[in-house]
C-alpha cells in the first residue's frame, strides 16, 4: 500500500525553526527601516510648498476653518499696541 511519509528528526525541525525566527527578525528590522524612510519622506512632503498649497485648496473645497499661525496675530496685536 502507500507508505506514510516519516516525520523530520528533531534536528531538522530546530534548524528549520531557527531559520524561520533569523528570518523573521531580518523582516523586522527591514520593516523598521522602511518605516522611519516613510516617516522622513512624508516630513520632506509637508513641508513642500506644493503639499502646503494642495492642503489649503483642499480645505477651501471642504469648508474647514483656516488656520492662522499664532505669530502672525501676536505680530499684528504688537503692532497696534506699539503704535
Do not use: G, H, W
Not at 527591514?30 to 522611519?36: A, C, F, Q, V, W
Request: charged share 40%; with cysteine; aromatic share 2%.
Amino acid at each position: 500500500m502507500t507508505d506514510k511519509p516519516q516525520p523530520p528528526s528533531i534536528e531538522k525541525v530546530k534548524e528549520r525553526s531557527a531559520r524561520v525566527q533569523e528570518i523573521c527578525k531580518r523582516a523586522d528590522a527591514n520593516i523598521l527601516i522602511l518605516d522611519e524612510i516613510i516617516a522622513q519622506l512624508e516630513e520632506e512632503n509637508r513641508r513642500s510648498p506644493l503639499y502646503q498649497s494642495r492642503l489649503r485648496r483642499a480645505k477651501r473645497l471642504l469648508n474647514f476653518p483656516e488656520e492662522k499661525p499664532e505669530n502672525v496675530e501676536s505680530d499684528r496685536d504688537s503692532a497696534t499696541t506699539t503704535s
